[in-house]
């Protein structure tokens, strides 16, 4: 670059003493003009994601740029021709977008500056990576059988195959197949829970999570309460209760609580037809297991528990694809006496909607008794009282596993739980050394309760978590209050949430994919 500099100076005598008795004074005044043959480089150039294909720039103006330059290419090198250039962009117009990138790639990125006369300035760049796409449309649970299902998107879409697991089942699109937007993929397995990613040659597109219908000739097929009551009476262990679509109105002005002493579960028949259990919970006794799935089982506001855990030893309680509503207190609750140390193999509940529950109780509550481990993903709570959310007591007679009680909440909408100051999302009291904790990509909302305050909480892992209008969660002024200091607090956008719509709006989480996946369309 030439810079050439011409330099006038003026100098004025403002007066002379011969008797050296004066004093004297000289004005310099410089002028410089700067005069360059190339434009200035822009500086400050940064690139941002907003959602998950789109490209939001910002740079600081040149001194003598007009306009500005952009170049995107796959190539670190800017080999070959660019994957796009814009040519003529003025800095009234940034922060400059630029949409309907591909997913999932990395794009470099550089901008140069212009004016009319001048060699244009030298590159500067940066890169980013896209968010991986997704373009799946909702999974049509009427199209899930127990080996098949129909997997759709945008007709037409540049779209090459599906990947499955478990299984690894590589699918190739036919021709046909994409034009249309949609493609049946069969000889699946019963009772599944398959993981299906739209591909784009190596580049996601899209994800969908998907479970296989039942085998009704594995289960007992139930089209009542009085065989559901007496199938779970007679069971053996083991039995897979298929409920055909309708209600299921238990009579009881309290409710009525069902016994199991034996491994069941309790199904629907057809992933698109949820049987509705109305006024009932279930009381579980030493050797029972319960699995729950596609199924909506509310307490009508009589009972103060969906599940009830005595004293002994059970195996897994799995709550999964279900809607479990209207209690007085919680989903469950372990509150054991004697002095056996009583326990759950797992608590698994995955995929499901809680609402409406009361001040009778904790929402998961073990008062002497624990789980192995315990996993609360993809679900979304709301309309819960004041309580704790997880709460597990410590006993003198409890012996816990080697490996300690693990506790993973990740991917939930949690909207208002334990929304008083004395409240806690982590009211766990068993020994540090015995547990661990893991709170990751949830959002939070609406709260005045804490994340955990007893010395012997033991959280390990917060990671990407969102709290809106929960500011206890993050800053405290007590040195024994547990925080997530580097959540963010960004407004999730609510379609509506008065009426139980959690979609959520912010480009943020969309992208970063926090929350319950069902709200991020």
């Known amino acids: 670059?030439?810079?050439?500099?011409?330099?006038?100076?003026?100098?004025?005598?403002?007066?002379?003493?011969?008797?050296?008795?004066?004093?004297?004074?000289?004005?310099?005044?410089?002028?410089?003009?700067?005069?360059?043959?190339?434009?200035?480089?822009?500086?400050?150039?940064?690139?941002?994601?907003?959602?998950?294909?789109?490209?939001?720039?910002?740079?600081?103006?040149?001194?003598?740029?007009?306009?500005?330059?952009?170049?995107?290419?796959?190539?670190?090198?800017?080999?070959?021709?660019?994957?796009?250039?814009?040519?003529?962009?003025?800095?009234?117009?940034?922060?400059?977008?630029?949409?309907?990138?591909?997913?999932?790639?990395?794009?470099?990125?550089?901008?140069?500056?212009?004016?009319?006369?001048?060699?244009?300035?030298?590159?500067?760049?940066?890169?980013?990576?896209?968010?991986?796409?997704?373009?799946?449309?909702?999974?049509?649970?009427?199209?899930?059988?127990?080996?098949?299902?129909?997997?759709?998107?945008?007709?037409?879409?540049?779209?090459?195959?599906?990947?499955?697991?478990?299984?690894?089942?590589?699918?190739?699109?036919?021709?046909?197949?994409?034009?249309?937007?949609?493609?049946?993929?069969?000889?699946?397995?019963?009772?599944?829970?398959?993981?299906?990613?739209?591909?784009?040659?190596?580049?996601?597109?899209?994800?969908?999570?998907?479970?296989?219908?039942?085998?009704?000739?594995?289960?007992?097929?139930?089209?009542?309460v009085a065989e559901l009551t007496a199938g779970i009476a007679s069971a053996k262990g083991g039995e897979t209760f298929a409920l055909t679509g309708g209600n299921y109105d238990f009579v009881g002005a309290t409710g009525v609580s069902l016994a199991l002493s034996k491994p069941v579960a309790i199904v629907a028949a057809r992933v698109s037809e949820k049987p509705v259990l109305n006024n009932v919970g279930f009381t579980l006794s030493a050797g029972a297991a319960l699995k729950f799935q596609n199924v909506i089982v509310d307490g009508g506001n009589n009972l103060n528990n969906a599940i009830t855990v005595g004293n002994g030893v059970y195996g897994e309680i799995i709550i999964e694809g279900s809607e479990i509503r209207n209690y007085k207190a919680g989903v469950i609750i372990m509150n054991t006496s004697g002095t056996s140390s009583s326990t759950v193999a797992a608590l698994k509940m995955n995929n499901n909607i809680f609402r409406n529950y009361g001040n009778s109780g904790e929402f998961i509550d073990f008062r002497t008794g624990f789980p192995l481990n315990l996993s609360f993903t993809n679900n979304t709570v709301y309309g819960v009282a004041d309580r704790e959310f997880i709460r597990i007591d410590a006993a003198g007679t409890n012996v816990y596993p080697a490996g300690g009680v693990s506790i993973s909440v990740s991917n939930n909408t949690l909207v208002g739980l334990a929304n008083a100051s004395s409240r806690r999302f982590f009211y766990v009291r068993i020994p540090a050394a015995n547990h661990s904790i893991s709170f990751t990509k949830n959002i939070v909302t609406g709260t005045v309760g804490l994340l955990a305050n007893q010395s012997q909480t033991n959280i390990t892992t917060l990671s990407g978590n969102n709290y809106f209008n929960a500011t206890s969660l993050q800053v405290t002024s007590s040195g024994t209050v547990k925080v997530d200091a580097n959540g963010t607090s960004l407004d999730p956008g609510f379609a509506n949430a008065a009426n139980g719509d959690f979609t959520i709006s912010n480009n943020t989480l969309k992208g970063n994919g926090i929350g319950d996946p069902r709200w991020i369309r």
Request: aromatic letters at 6%; a neutral charge; glycine letters at 8%.
């Open 1 to 224: 670059m030439k810079v050439h500099l011409k330099k006038y100076a003026i100098y004025g005598l403002l007066g002379v003493s011969l008797s050296l008795s004066g004093c004297s004074k000289d004005a310099l005044d410089v002028i410089k003009t700067l005069d360059t043959d190339q434009s200035f480089s822009p500086v400050g150039l940064t690139a941002i994601l907003d959602g998950k294909t789109s490209i939001v720039l910002t740079w600081t103006k040149a001194i003598n740029a007009e306009a500005y330059t952009v170049e995107l290419s796959e190539s670190a090198n800017f080999e070959g021709t660019p994957f796009k250039t814009i040519e003529n962009i003025k800095i009234s117009e940034l922060p400059y977008t630029i949409p309907g990138l591909s997913g999932d790639t990395e794009y470099h990125i550089r901008v140069k500056g212009t004016m009319t006369g001048k060699e244009d300035s030298k590159w500067v760049s940066t890169t980013l990576k896209t968010a991986s796409e997704q373009i799946f449309n909702p999974v049509d649970l009427t199209t899930i059988t127990a080996k098949s299902v129909v997997l759709s998107w945008p007709a037409a879409a540049a779209v090459t195959s599906i990947s499955l697991s478990p299984g690894n089942i590589q699918r190739t699109l036919t021709a046909n197949e994409i034009a249309k937007g949609s493609a049946l993929i069969e000889g699946l397995i019963p009772e599944t829970s398959y993981s299906a990613i739209l591909l784009n040659g190596t580049k996601t597109r899209g994800t969908a999570i998907f479970k296989t219908g039942i085998d009704i000739g594995d289960a007992i097929l139930v089209t009542s």
